[in-house]
C-alpha cells in the first residue's frame, strides 16, 4: 500500500487532504503526515472502538513524544499515561460529578446573560472573540472562584491563556513545525519566544493562586478546592506541579472547545433560519421569556439536538490519534508498533453510510431511534474510552445553556457566510473569527 500525501499537502489543508486519501483509499490508509513516522488513518467505528477502549493496554496517547505538548501541558490528563494519569483520573474524577457540575450552572447563565445584557440591537461583532471571552470568565469563575472583571490576576490569566492558544495551535499545525519536530525544543521557531513567554507567566499565576489557596485553606466550591481536597488512599494528593498541568489542562480544554462549538452554532443557525425559528419556538414554550437552568435542559430537548448536530458537523476535536504498543492487525493491514493510529472525528461524523444527507444541518435527526441505531463511534466529539474527556458534561452543560441563553435574546446575522471557513488550528475554529451583525428580540429575559 502506498504512503500517500506529505507534510505540505497535510500542512495547508488537513481537512481537505483526511476527505481526500479517507474517500479514495477507505480504513488503513497510510499517509505521512510527520516527518518520521507513518500515519495510518482508521475509519471504521469498530476499530476506532478496539482503539479507544483499549487505549492504556494496547495503545497508548504518545503526547509525551511533542515537545511542544510538553511544555505546554506538562504532565496533565491529557498528555499524561499509565499508572500516574489513573491515579491523576481518580483524583480529578469527583470535580466532575454531575451534581458539582450542575452547581456551576448558575454562573454558566450569569455570565451569558451578563455578556448579552452588554450588547445592543444592529451591532456588530466578532463572535468568536465574543464567545472565547465568554468561556474564559466561566472557567475562571468555576477553577478558581474568580470574576475576571474583578481581579486583575484573572485578566493576567485570560491574556496569558490566549496568547499560549494563538501560539500553540500555530504551531502545531504548521508544516515547518511538524519538520522541526525532530529537533529539541529549544530551537528557535517563530513566535516560539511569545509560546514560552506566555507558559512562564501562566505558570507564576497558577502557582501563586495554589499557594495562595493552600494558605487559605477555606473551600470555595470550585474545581480549584476540589483538586486541592483529593487525595489517594494512602492519604497523598496533588503536589503544586500536577496541580499547574492539571489547571492549565483544564483552561486549554475547556476554553477553546466550548467556545468554538457555540460560534459554529450560532453561524449554523443563521444559515438555518428554519431552525433557528424551532430551536426559539422551544425557548419561549419552556422558558416564557426567563432565563434557563440546569434543570431545564430536560425539557430543552431540541436545544439539546442542536448542540449534538453542531458537534458533528463542527468537532471541536478534529484529529485524535494513538501509537500501538505492540504490531497491530487492523483488519487484514498489519500495523507497527510506535506507529500512528490516526482518527477524525471530522471525517467519521460526515460519513453518507452513518448520516443520511451528511452535509445538512438537521438536528431533527437525533432522536432515540436514530442514536441507538448508530455504529458507537460514529460519533465521538468528546474520544471515548478510558479517556473519555472528563469535562464533557460540563462542556455539553455549558454549550446548551449559553446557547438557549443568548438565542432566547437575540438573532445572530452572518453578513459574509461565504468568507467563514473552518481553520484546523490546535481545535476547530472559524479562520479570522465570525463577524456577526445582532438583532435583538423583542421578548427578553
Not at 472573540?129 to 468561556?135: N, P
Not at 500495523?335 to 431533527?364: C, K, N, T
Not at 472559524?430 to 435583538?440: D, F, Q, Y
Amino acid at each position: 500500500m502506498p504512503v500517500l500525501g506529505n507534510l505540505l499537502d497535510f500542512g495547508r489543508d488537513p481537512l481537505g487532504f483526511l476527505e481526500r486519501v479517507t474517500r479514495e483509499y477507505g480504513c488503513g490508509v497510510k499517509v505521512r503526515v510527520e516527518a518520521e513516522r507513518d500515519t495510518y488513518i482508521v475509519t471504521d467505528p469498530a476499530q476506532v472502538e478496539a482503539v479507544l477502549l483499549n487505549t492504556g493496554r494496547a495503545f497508548q496517547k504518545g503526547y509525551q513524544r511533542h515537545p511542544l505538548m510538553r511544555l505546554v501541558l506538562g504532565n496533565g490528563l491529557v498528555t499524561s499515561e499509565g499508572d500516574f494519569w489513573l491515579r491523576q483520573r481518580r483524583l480529578a474524577q469527583p470535580a466532575f460529578h454531575r451534581a458539582r457540575i450542575a452547581s456551576y450552572g448558575e454562573s454558566m447563565v450569569r455570565f451569558a446573560d451578563r455578556m448579552g445584557s452588554g450588547w445592543r440591537d444592529g451591532q456588530e461583532l466578532n463572535l468568536s472573540e465574543a464567545m472565547m471571552h465568554l468561556t474564559m470568565e466561566i472557567i475562571t469563575q468555576t477553577v478558581f472562584d474568580v470574576d475576571l472583571h474583578g481581579d486583575p490576576r484573572a485578566q493576567h490569566v485570560g491574556r496569558a491563556v490566549n496568547t499560549l492558544l494563538d501560539e500553540y495551535g500555530h504551531q502545531m499545525t504548521s508544516a515547518v513545525r511538524a519538520l522541526m519536530e525532530r529537533l529539541p525544543v529549544h530551537l528557535p521557531v517563530p513566535g516560539e519566544g511569545r509560546l514560552r513567554r506566555a507558559v512562564q507567566e501562566l505558570d507564576a499565576l497558577m502557582l501563586a493562586l495554589v499557594a495562595e489557596r493552600r494558605a487559605e485553606g477555606r473551600d470555595h466550591g470550585d474545581l480549584l478546592s476540589m483538586f486541592l481536597d483529593a487525595r489517594d488512599e494512602d492519604g497523598t494528593g496533588m503536589t503544586d506541579a500536577q496541580l499547574r498541568d492539571e489547571l492549565v489542562t483544564l483552561f486549554l480544554a475547556g476554553h477553546e472547545t466550548t467556545a468554538n462549538a457555540l460560534t459554529w452554532a450560532f453561524f449554523l443557525l443563521s444559515q438555518h433560519p428554519e431552525v433557528e425559528a424551532k430551536l426559539h419556538t422551544e425557548l419561549r414554550a419552556v422558558l416564557s421569556g426567563r432565563l434557563p437552568t440546569p434543570q431545564d435542559l430536560a425539557h430543552l430537548t431540541y436545544t439539546g439536538q442542536v448542540v449534538k448536530e453542531v458537534l458533528r458537523l463542527y468537532p471541536p476535536v478534529w484529529w485524535l490519534s494513538r501509537e500501538p504498543l505492540a504490531d497491530w492487525l487492523c483488519d487484514d493491514i498489519l500495523i507497527p508498533a510506535g506507529a500512528e493510529v490516526g482518527i477524525s472525528p471530522w471525517v467519521m461524523h460526515r460519513e453518507a453510510q452513518f448520516y443520511p444527507d451528511p452535509l445538512a444541518f438537521r438536528p431533527e435527526r437525533w432522536t432515540p431511534e436514530f442514536e441507538a441505531g448508530l455504529p458507537r463511534y460514529a460519533y465521538f466529539p468528546f474520544g471515548g474510552g478510558p479517556r473519555l474527556c472528563i469535562g464533557n458534561n460540563f462542556a455539553l452543560m455549558e454549550a446548551a445553556l449559553v446557547l438557549a441563553t443568548v438565542a432566547g435574546r437575540f438573532r445572530i446575522e452572518v453578513p459574509e457566510p461565504s468568507r467563514v471557513v473552518p481553520d484546523p488550528s490546535l481545535t476547530l475554529r472559524p479562520k479570522g473569527g465570525l463577524r456577526v451583525r445582532l438583532h435583538a428580540r423583542q421578548e427578553t429575559p
